[in-house]
Nanobody, 127 residues
């Protein structure tokens, strides 16, 4: 069955960096777009970034543009989120989502766009 397992979260100082990974299995990873979303304590789910199936098209939320980079390794069925210049406002649980199509609609976490997601990895940015 489809599995998405996030890792790489942790506690980091403001200005620091982290690399999140999402290991995918149970489906043809190179056929589907993928998305990172996050949920801060007491807040709703926020779309962060999306990438198409080939890795050539990427989208970013304005709040992370220039600081975060989404990428994928289709040979290893793994999605990444490189996060630099982290801010306290980036504190959240981060989730990877599998889109239903090779290129998903950016800036949307509408239920109809995704069919699987992981359990999340926690990122805390604090001094």
């Amino acid at each position: 069955q489809v599995q998405l397992v996030e890792s790489g979260g942790g506690l980091v100082l403001p200005g620091g960096s982290l690399r999140l990974s999402c290991a995918a299995s149970g489906f043809a990873f190179d056929t589907y777009g993928m998305t990172w979303a996050r949920q801060a304590p007491g807040s709703g789910l926020e779309w962060v970034s999306s990438i198409d199936s080939s890795g050539s098209i990427t989208y970013y939320a304005d709040s992370v543009k220039g600081r975060f980079t989404i990428s994928r390794d289709n040979t290893k069925s793994t999605l990444f989120l490189h996060m630099n210049k982290l801010k306290p406002g980036d504190t959240a649980a981060y989730y990877c989502y599998k889109a239903k199509l090779p290129l998903t609609e950016p800036r949307s976490m509408a239920a109809g766009l995704y069919d699987h997601w992981g359990q999340g990895t926690q990122v805390a940015v604090s001094s």
